[in-house]
């Protein structure tokens, strides 16, 4: 071939070359940078009202990072439970659960722009031999295309088992705007 006369085809054909004998090197996406908030709730067992201590401490850390138009949130949930409850029983909650919620900040209300909800009530419950129901428990991401000033929300509900009250609703601290 005369590469004088085809200098384009000259290019592409030592590119098909090139890259035939070096191996690809994908360069990693950039990690968002999360922008998180962090709040604690002692709450009480509703279903229970005897002497022993009954109260669970959740911490819940919110975290959100945008990336161009898309925005990330994430929920981190640590809980330190009672250990008065039987190291088997499956029963002290009917539910429980955290919404995770990306939200748009806005004059007034801020709505509500993508949401998912993810179970809870089998991690709360599991304890070791000894009682302990510490635990801990990271959100999968969720996404979404917003504006400015976008957030992370976490609520988490809980159905206490004989309380009659159905979910009630616990509210913990938003992300910083991303």
């Known amino acids: 071939m005369n590469t004088t006369e085809y200098p384009l ?5 030592a590119l098909a070359v090139l890259s035939a004998t070096t191996p690809a090197t994908a360069t990693p996406a950039a990690a ?27 911490k819940i850390q919110t975290c959100a990072a945008r990336s161009g138009s898309t925005v ?8 330190d439970g009672p250990h008065f409850y039987s190291t088997t029983d499956a029963t002290i909650f009917d539910g429980a659960k955290v919404r995770l919620q990306i939200m748009a900040s806005r004059e007034g209300t801020d709505p509500v722009v993508a949401e998912r909800d993810f ?25 979404h ?21 159905g979910y009630e609703g616990h509210d913990y601290k938003g992300s910083p705007t991303v």
Request: charge should be negative; hydrophobic fraction near 30%.
């Open 9 to 13: 085809l000259a290019a592409a054909a």
């Open 119 to 143: 179970q809870l009530k089998d991690r709360l419950e599991t304890a070791t031999s000894s009682g302990d129901r510490d635990g801990h428990y990271r959100t999968p991401t969720i996404s």
């Open 32 to 58: 968002p940078g999360y922008r998180c908030s962090t709040s604690t709730q002692t709450i009480d067992d509703a279903g229970y009202s005897g002497p022993a201590p009954d109260n669970w401490d959740i």
């Open 72 to 79: 990330y949130a994430y929920a981190d949930i640590r809980w």
């Open 145 to 165: 295309r917003a504006g400015s000033g976008a957030y992370a929300n976490a609520v988490l509900y809980l159905d206490w088992h004989k309380d009659g009250r």
